[in-house]
């Protein structure tokens, strides 16, 4: 479904949006950290936001633009979260929204605001709005590629897809791009993502899909457990496709929805896949619950223990840990009812370690990409979670000070 | 109240209780690895047990026999958990009660069983055996060290301590040795504790004080979020210091309980402590919540975030991961009424950053212990509980194959 030629094209690939990436030098590093995703039609927007009670002042602001339905641009920065901040941070992120506003030529309360970086520093306003002159100066249907670099901070690589489908007789484009990597956890931590559609759809039925989409996508990855006070989730759809406006219950609508979900559950896995000092890619089924909310505990209860992302780094094919997770996620399970499987080498079963062929786990464990099956025995529920494992790397990345 | 003196005495401190610790041959390394502990005058007893839903061969045994009520010995050994060991493992377990009950000459059902390290492994029943018999002959009242010392895995040390107290006019003794280490969480996980007392006492009453103990001392440490499958605090109680009975609701109860909880507190922080490649002590104090439980939520919260973990490893004052974590918590707070402290420096409030001198602070972080308190401004509850940092030795321990 997404080609690796209209990947780079990113937020631009729907007809009427165009982005820019700079370098304000709010990041140490003095790589690019202002993005700006503009659409000169109005958009309908939507959003998922943060669970944490301390939420940053971005998103703050940000909810109320979603709460308005309408929106002609997104600025975001990185090296900065501007979270516990304060009233200067609130003002602040406002501000952010007024200067785009005014570059682009829109108002205030069309402009959504995103940062992600370290906490409780306040935004170098001066560099923010030079970037921001800078960057809708250079605002352009190329510049999705620096945008997205733009937002990454310990990213290995800037996420970004595009797909165009038909809905009802109309070819529609999709494009987004996305920041992850440490303090991924449900609720999507420091996770930035900004997906652009030309499709045309009401902000309310929009938010109606992306709010489900989100609990079977960016709810179901974790990196370490942790939750953001930045987290953000938007979409903006501007109808530039020129398709008939989307109904709820329709076809078109089905289409969107499967196209959408398809998109977040994509970034979702890269996200995971790419998580701080990640060396493993790891996908883990879990079948036969009495409920969807039953399998997703018993998954994260697994992503989560450090003890099996370690494991996994070390590439050792210990199911004990596996089944330990799964004994105190709190959910009912019967050990002998329980079968895990590593790569679809069963490993697991009868309350017992499975026989296997030694050769056959540890080419499992040495794969990139590993897939854990827990089938439980209990219903017909089930769930998939994303993570990753625990390395060194991550110990390093987190154990000393940085931007 | 523990004095160095009494601490290597630790189980055979109180009156008329013998221990040993021999090499078995059950661990690689060739370490002592099998423990006896025994008392020829009948004791009460009382234990807690993981509530991991896949509980080890030995935890449903010894079950049974705190079910009884009464026991003679305990006799447990390292390098092997016996767990996830269906039928085969159970029948283990009781053959291990047995041999020992056969060696001190008392009823298997009167035989404590206990085991810790690899999950998914058969006992080796011969070694097992000649070890058992090797204990019973060397079974001495300075037999204590060496059986702390056969129920350690990736411990650096083995915990143990003894105290004398005057419960109604009568000197009754406390002695206790534990293992922790990787995978302690609450509900104790990995986590071996074994408590003997002279006191006379029943095992109800003993019971009733151990399980609201636990509550606040055991279960309110944290490494690294996991919950084993054999975690197991027991305590006999011998009567062999002469005293009264103890009943419920007296002055001899209250400091029968206030002694019982202050050990079970010194070793739960002993074991975080000594958490696997743990180079900090992190005692967690969150108050001014409505419920106990709320406090604890949070502490937890903190305790268990690897971002707070991985900070504090990095000796990085990073409030901002702290904040985070009580704000995902999930539980009622308002930003602007916390006030987190790192060793008694404030480093947050009114919903930013504190100013703080970076001497002061650095001090703080470059200590082995450090404390972390956090004031929620919501009640008059409040809740402690003990960690420690994230290192790459951690990592290490755990990314590689182990016995």
Same mark, same amino acid.
């Given at each position: 479904?997404?080609?690796e ?12 949006? &165009? ?10 590093? %003095? ?8 659409t ?9 936001f943060?669970? !944490? ?15 308005? %339905?309408?929106?002609?641009?997104i ?6 979260a !501007? ?5 200067? %941070? ?29 906490i ?6 001066d ?8 960057a ?15 937002i990454i ?8 897809c ?18 992850g ?20 759809i ?19 990855i974790?990196?370490? %457990? ?28 089905? &289409? ?6 398809e998109?977040c559950?994509?970034?979702s ?8 000092g ?8 879990v ?10 505990t018993?998954a994260m209860?697994i ?14 094919p ?36 499975a026989?296997f ?7 499992v ?10 089938e ?15 390395s ?5 990345i !987190? ?5």
């Amino acid at each position: 479904m997404f080609s690796e030629k209209n990947a780079a094209a990113g937020v631009t690939f729907p007809k009427g949006f &165009k982005a820019a990436g700079v370098k304000a030098g709010i990041k140490k590093s %003095g790589n690019l950290d202002l993005a700006l995703i503009y659409t000169e039609k109005e958009a309908a927007v939507a959003g998922v936001f943060t669970k !944490n009670a301390v939420a940053a002042a971005p998103v703050i602001v940000s909810r109320e633009v979603v709460k308005g %339905g309408k929106a002609h641009a997104i600025v975001a920065n990185a090296g900065c979260a !501007n979270a516990c901040t304060g009233e200067t %941070g609130l003002a602040n992120a406002r501000k952010m929204a007024a200067l785009a506003a005014a570059e682009v030529g829109c108002a205030s309360d069309e402009v959504l605001v995103g940062s992600t970086g370290i906490i409780g520093v306040n935004l170098p306003m001066d560099k923010l709005e030079a970037g921001i002159k800078a960057a809708a100066a250079e605002l352009s249907e190329d510049g999705s590629k620096n945008a997205g670099n733009a937002i990454i901070t310990t990213d290995t690589y800037s996420k970004a897809c595009s797909c165009e489908v038909e809905i009802g007789g109309q070819a529609v484009r999709f494009g987004a791009i996305a920041k992850g990597s440490g303090m991924i956890q449900p609720n999507m931590a420091t996770m930035l993502c900004y997906i652009t559609t030309d499709a045309n759809i009401s902000s309310q039925l929009m938010q109606k899909a992306l709010s489900e989409i989100v609990e079977v996508s960016f709810n179901m990855i974790s990196v370490d %457990g942790d939750m953001s006070t930045n987290d953000t989730v938007l979409v903006l759809a501007n109808g530039a496709s020129g398709a008939a406006e989307i109904t709820d219950g329709s076809p078109e609508y089905d &289409k969107f929805y499967a196209t959408l979900k398809e998109i977040c559950q994509e970034l979702s896995k890269r996200i995971a896949a790419d998580g701080e000092g990640a060396t493993k890619f790891l996908t883990i089924n879990v079948s036969g619950t009495k409920t969807f909310e039953d399998a997703k505990t018993v998954a994260m209860s697994i992503a989560k223990s450090p003890l099996v992302k370690t494991a996994f780094f070390g590439e050792d094919p210990n199911w004990g840990r596996v089944i330990c997770a799964v004994g105190y996620a709190g959910i009912p399970m019967v050990p002998e009812k329980t079968v895990i499987k590593f790569g679809g080498v069963p490993v697991y079963a009868n309350g017992l370690g499975a026989e296997f062929n030694e050769d056959d786990i540890h080419k499992v464990m040495a794969e990139h990409d590993i897939v854990i099956d827990v089938e439980m025995g209990m219903g017909d529920a089930k769930a998939t979670v994303w993570s990753c494992d625990f390395s060194y790397e991550y110990v390093k990345i !987190n154990g000393e000070y940085h931007t």
